[in-house]
């Protein structure tokens, strides 16, 4: 089955609005997390990864937040703009087995304006 | 080069005809990914490579699914015998070395689409 689940395949905010996108991972040993954007027809693109010896990392507009008791990751997305709208998916690597990376299968954003 | 270059762009082919799909990894970039994108899904790992040595092919769907890598840079994914269920995106990626367990950055190419008719 697939280790990387998304809680929401869509979603769907106002301009301006903040989003959040919450994913889940299946092995706790794994230590690494990127978040990946991708619009439509283009290549995904990493926005911001965590390791996992920190719950908590911010970049531009965009906090992503670990919690290693339940698995859960969340990928926040502050005053949103029409230019968010994609699809997110989180990632993992797999400490369990030699695959790179897993990733889920997506949240498409849509940012209305 | 700036980033990972992957060629054809698109690619029609009929049922039962080979297919070659090439990637031009990140100059200096040891490791190289080849990913499967379906449409609506999340890309899901073929074969990895890290210099000429392939070390992961566990993702390959199938014996008609073949990728090398000779002289460490480029690398090239072959569909033999092509199907319908072969029409996707396949994605090429390349990163620093000691990527696995690691986690360095991996960087995507724009992708060949593949289209079985």
């Known amino acids: 089955g697939e280790s990387v689940g998304l809680h929401l395949p869509t979603l769907s905010v106002q301009e301006g609005d903040s989003a959040v996108i919450k994913c889940t991972y299946s092995?706790?040993?794994?230590?690494?997390f990127p978040w990946y954007k991708q619009e439509l027809g283009k290549r995904p693109q990493l926005i911001i990864d965590?390791?996992?010896?920190?719950d908590k990392r911010q970049g531009q507009r965009v906090t992503v937040l670990l919690n290693k008791t339940v698995k859960h990751l969340s990928l926040q997305i502050a005053a949103t703009q029409p230019g968010d709208s994609a699809v997110y998916f989180c990632?993992?690597?797999?400490?369990?087995?030699?695959?790179?990376?897993?990733f889920g299968k997506g949240t498409r954003l849509s940012v209305i304006a | 080069g700036a980033g990972v270059s992957q060629s054809p762009r698109y690619k029609v082919a009929k049922r039962g005809q080979d297919v070659a799909l090439r990637c031009d990894p990140i100059s200096g970039h040891v490791s190289l990914f080849w990913y499967q994108q379906a449409l609506g899904q999340g890309p899901e790992f073929l074969t990895y490579f890290q210099n000429e040595a392939q070390l992961d092919k566990s993702g390959l769907p199938s014996d008609r699914f073949f990728a090398e890598r000779p002289e460490g840079s480029v690398s090239t994914l072959k569909i033999q015998r092509t199907q319908q269920e072969d029409s996707a995106v396949y994605l090429c990626?390349?990163?620093?070395?000691?990527?696995?367990?690691?986690?360095?950055?991996?960087?995507f190419g724009e992708g060949s689409w593949l289209t079985v008719v």
């Open positions: 990632a993992e690597i797999l400490n369990s087995g030699n695959t790179p990376l897993v």
């Open positions: 990626a390349s990163s620093q070395p000691s990527f696995v367990r690691s986690g360095n950055t991996i960087y």
């Open positions: 092995d706790s040993a794994s230590n690494y």
């Open positions: 965590i390791r996992s010896n920190m």
